[in-house]
């Protein structure tokens, strides 16, 4: 079986400050890692993913991420956040098996970058 | 834009009715997973079709059923309806031959009453 904890639930930062988003996760099998991002009234948009290979992923809008197996963590980085980047952020797993096609999904964490 | 569409966007409906949501898949892309989404929750996989048929399930009951039609569309129904079953219900759909990335439409969000 397959979980995913997301250790804050909400995020404040202030603009230009460096932010952390915490996700651990669980399972027995190989997996492949992903993050996505949730704007309000809308879907769900791919952040970035890990797969395999290297274990320092960079995605879209700045943001990099870090799978660590030992710890079994893949916590989601960025240096200088901005205003644009409130939202919800989600941690989400599958194994390799299916693919992105059967996602767990995190409960989530609302980052909120404060002027 | 990803190009998957869900229909409609906002729909009420009352306890015990019975409702069909529908997802117009991105062009190329030829299985469909559906989710519930709780208010302040994170998504929930409900079950997944490839090639017509459903082909991976998660933990909800039976009257939570769904089509994929030759164009690789697909509906989720959901019979008898419940309060909690009041959630947006978010779309997924994968590329024939890379199942590496799922990209979502906007949802549909359910309000039983």
């Known amino acids: 079986a397959q979980s995913v904890t997301q250790l804050d639930s909400q995020v404040p930062v202030f603009e230009e400050a460096p932010v952390e988003l915490r996700c651990n996760y669980s399972s027995s099998v190989s997996v492949y890692l992903f993050w996505y991002v949730q704007y309000p009234n809308q879907g769900l948009q791919l952040l970035l993913k890990y797969l395999s290979g290297s274990t320092l992923v960079k995605g879209i809008n700045g943001f990099e991420a870090e799978f660590n197996k030992s710890q079994t963590s893949f916590h989601l980085r960025k240096p200088s956040v901005h205003i644009s980047d409130t939202a919800e952020y989600f941690c989400a797993v599958s194994d390799g098996g299916t693919g992105a096609n059967n996602l767990f999904f995190g409960t989530g964490t609302r980052l909120t970058v404060i002027p | 834009e990803t190009g998957v569409t869900q229909s409609p966007t906002h729909l009420i409906k009352t306890r015990g009715q019975q409702v069909t949501l529908r997802c117009s898949s991105q062009?190329?892309?030829?299985?469909v997973s559906w989710y519930q989404q709780a208010l302040g929750q994170g998504p929930q996989f409900i079950f997944q079709y490839y090639r017509e048929e459903e082909n991976g399930r998660g933990n909800f009951p039976p009257r939570f059923s769904g089509l994929q039609f030759p164009n690789y569309s697909s509906e989720l129904n959901v019979n008898a309806l419940e309060l909690d079953d009041s959630a947006l219900y978010l779309c997924?759909?994968?590329?024939?031959?890379?199942?590496?990335?799922?990209?979502f439409g906007q949802g549909t969000r359910l309000t039983v009453v």
């Open positions: 062009s190329g892309h030829n299985t």
């Open positions: 997924a759909s994968t590329p024939r031959g890379l199942n590496t990335e799922a990209f």
